[in-house]
């Protein structure tokens, strides 16, 4: 059986743009922290960089207003799915 690390995902969430941070166990730095807006082009970044990561992602969010939304919806589209916020990689 094929080891596939998980990929922690944190998403600190604002009006308009968000921080987004990817790690693995041990605290490895897969990326470092980078913004990504809320628009058509930086949702569709993100999905793509997430994929691009690879192992076993999970994506966790906070629920802030309602600027949250357009990320979970992206994140749906994009494969991922999010319950409450917390968001989870569809293999």
Not at 26 to 54: C, W, Y
């Amino acid at each position: 059986m094929e080891y596939n690390p998980i990929t922690a995902v944190g998403i600190d969430v604002s009006k308009g743009k968000s921080t987004v941070a990817v790690r693995r166990p041990g605290g490895e730095v897969v990326l470092t922290p980078f913004q990504m807006n809320h628009d058509a082009s930086g949702l569709s970044s993100l999905i793509k960089t997430l994929r691009g990561v690879g192992g076993e992602i999970r994506v966790v969010m906070e629920h802030t207003g309602m600027y949250w939304r357009p990320i979970a919806l992206t994140t749906e589209k994009g494969r991922l799915f999010c319950q409450r916020g917390q968001c989870y990689a569809h293999p």
